[in-house]
Structures are given as C-alpha cells and as structure tokens.
C-alpha cells in the first residue's frame, strides 16, 4: 500500500485537461491508496465554499468519491485556496490541517507543509498572505454576493501575475534557513511541501544528521505525485491524455 501526496494543481474550469487528470487519478489510483495529502493550491483560486459552479460541484464529487470509499483525505491549505473551510470539508470528508503538520509515514516521521510560509524572501507575499488571513476580513469576504467575489478574485489573480513577473527566481524560493527551522521545531528529518513548482528531492546536512526535503511537482502540463510506501518513496509523472 501507499501514501500519495499531491499539490499546485491549480485546476479551474479553464483548464480540463487538468482535471480529466486529477480525476483520473482520484479513481484508478488514489482510490487504493492507505491515503491522500493534498498540500495547498488544488485550485487556481478557492473563492469560497459557497461556489456552486459544476466545476466547483466536480471536484467535490471527486473527492467524496474518494473518502466515502474508506481512503483517508488530508488537506493542506496554499495561497490559492486559503478560503477551502469547514463545509468544504464536511461536504467531502476531507480532514483540514493547520500550516505545519507531522505525520508518521511508515515509521519515518516527517513535517508537510504547502511551502509558502518557506519563502521568507518574498516579502511581498507574506504581507497579502498576512492580510487574507485575517478571520474578520475571511469572514466578510465569505458573506459577498458571489458576482462580486468573482470580481475580487479576477483582480487578486491580476495582481498576482504582476507581481510575479517582477521577482527574481530565489526571491519565490525557500529559505533554506527556515526550512531548518521549521524541521528542528518538529524534530523530523523528512519535510514535503509544494508552492515553488520546482520538483526536486534536496538532502542537507543540519545539527549532524543527513536530512531530505521533498519538493512536489505543479500539474501546468502533467501530473505530480510523491508515491511514498514502506521502501521508500518516488517523485513520479502523470501524462495528460487529450481527447
């Protein structure tokens, strides 16, 4: 059996060819799995529990599918999707995690997390990232007609893009002290995260021990999956198939 971890899949109804995938993988392979982490950014942009949309109601299908089976659904928030709340969740089965989390992955003990909070160079991002977070303006922003959050969020996702173009690649990267940091709090030697679209598996040496820090795949022209089981662990690709 295996434990599969995915993140930045930032599916939207723009996109189908990401989520025939995302489908696909929910049900020939996440369906025989021990369990499923989703680490952050599953959407191009979450606006609220409330969205009705088909595609909206398509990935909700997916993923009750999936727990109602009897597999165990894990889900990290990301800077995308930082409005998926407790009726997503109740809806889905999904359980929500908080930013850092451990969990014992076969015997190995390891601290996943979606990544951004790892890019303590960006200091623009982690000002907005402080901002939305605020549970009075969350609050708020959940009780707007959806037409207007729909405009909101067109806006949010501009500015985004903008912003994007302007930083340097290390500036959107981890911080390699922090990630120390966040593993040495935990006590773990194994990290998993998402956010940077950079795939890689990077070993490091800290306080005299041998450490690994897994960096998840985007899905922009494939899928990503961390296939993790009781020998070890791959970093594998799941292909488009276009119709």
């Known amino acids: 059996m295996t434990t599969l971890f995915i993140s930045d899949l930032h599916l939207s109804p723009s996109h189908p060819n990401i989520t025939d995938c995302f489908a696909r993988f929910m049900r020939e392979e996440a369906a025989h799995a021990d ?3 989703v680490l952050g950014d599953l959407f191009d942009f979450w606006i609220g529990d409330d969205d009705r949309s088909e595609f909206a109601n398509q990935i909700r299908y997916e993923f009750q599918r999936l ?7 894990y889900f990290t928030r990301g800077n995308r999707d930082f409005l998926v709340g407790k009726h997503f969740a109740r809806e889905t089965g999904v359980t929500l995690l908080t930013d850092e ?7 190995t003990k390891a601290v996943i997390l979606h990544g951004d909070t790892l890019c303590t160079e960006d200091l623009n991002y982690l000002k907005f990232r402080q901002t939305v977070h605020q549970p009075w303006l969350q609050w708020l922003f959940n009780r707007i007609p959806m037409t207007i959050k729909t405009k909101i969020v067109k806006k949010i996702q501009t500015d985004i893009r903008s912003d994007k173009q302007n930083k340097s690649l290390d500036i959107m990267d981890v911080t390699q002290s922090e990630v120390e940091a966040v593993m040495d709090r935990h006590q773990v030697s194994l990290m998993i995260h ?9 070993t490091f040496r800290s306080c005299d021990q041998t450490k690994t820090r897994i960096v998840l795949g985007d899905w922009y022209t494939q899928g ?6 009781q020998e070890g662990f791959t970093l594998e690709k799941r292909p488009f198939i276009f119709s």
């Open 35 to 37: 369990a499923l982490y």
């Open 67 to 73: 727990t109602s089976n009897g597999v165990p659904c």
């Open 101 to 107: 989390t451990a969990i014992d992955l076969y015997g």
């Open 194 to 202: 998402g956010h940077t679209h950079r795939p890689n598996i990077h």
């Open 224 to 229: 990503s999956v961390l296939v993790f089981n």
